[in-house]
């Protein structure tokens, strides 16, 4: 085990890592949440995050490999035109941080309606953490310091924003969740879910 992580923490290992973490990190985060949310007849929400991560892990994938298109396309990197490749990445990762957090707030929401105070707590505080897992999931790809500051803001700023106004996570992400019940789960594997 040793080798292992000595591998696995190198220096040219980073990346490798980063998405190992973020992983791990999603799903022990999808199993304490389903063991805490099932005496409470909640799991469905556990069940809702999952098959939202499954479709916050194909939209990281693919707009990190369309990002990683126009960069090459425009001849866009760090050296020549930093400005502009950092603010690409700002804006795709902004925009991926907080539809996860629009997805989570808008989950919490319908699963604490006619719930009692504490257990809508938990519920919130749940979806809270996910958009923390999310952000790690965002940070293995979008690396850098000021992507992880930014998005962190965001994670928590429009996770509250869209508690509080949950009209406004809808009309912003909404067709992305069409979308995704739409094409992207072409046998309705996590659709006939609860």
């Known amino acids: 085990m040793g080798e292992f992580s000595k591998l696995l923490l190198h220096e040219d290992r980073k990346e490798l890592f980063d998405y190992l973490f973020a992983l791990a990190l999603n799903a022990v985060f999808l199993a304490l949440a389903a063991l805490l949310l099932w005496p409470a007849g909640k799991t469905a929400t556990a069940v809702s995050l999952g098959r939202g991560f499954w479709a916050f892990w194909t939209a990281v994938i693919l707009t990190t490999m369309v990002v990683a298109l126009v960069y090459r396309l425009f001849r866009i990197d760090l050296d020549s035109h ?24 808008l989950a919490a929401r319908d ?9 809508a707590a938990v519920l919130y505080f ?5 958009c923390w897992v ?19 803001i965001i994670a928590a700023v429009s996770f509250a924003l869209f508690c509080a106004w949950p009209a406004a996570g809808r009309v912003l992400f909404g ?14 594997w996590f659709s006939a879910l609860p």
């Open 111 to 119: 699963s604490a309606a006619g719930a009692p105070l504490w257990l």
């Open 175 to 188: 067709w992305f969740f069409d979308f995704y019940a739409r094409f992207l789960d072409p046998y309705g």
């Open 82 to 105: 930093a400005d502009a490749y950092i603010i690409l990445g700002l804006a795709v990762s902004g925009v991926l941080q907080a539809g996860w957090s629009a997805f989570a707030a």
């Open 126 to 130: 749940v979806g809270l953490l996910s």
């Open 134 to 152: 999310a952000f790690n999931i965002v940070a293995a790809y979008y690396t850098g310091s000021i992507y992880r500051m930014t998005n962190l």
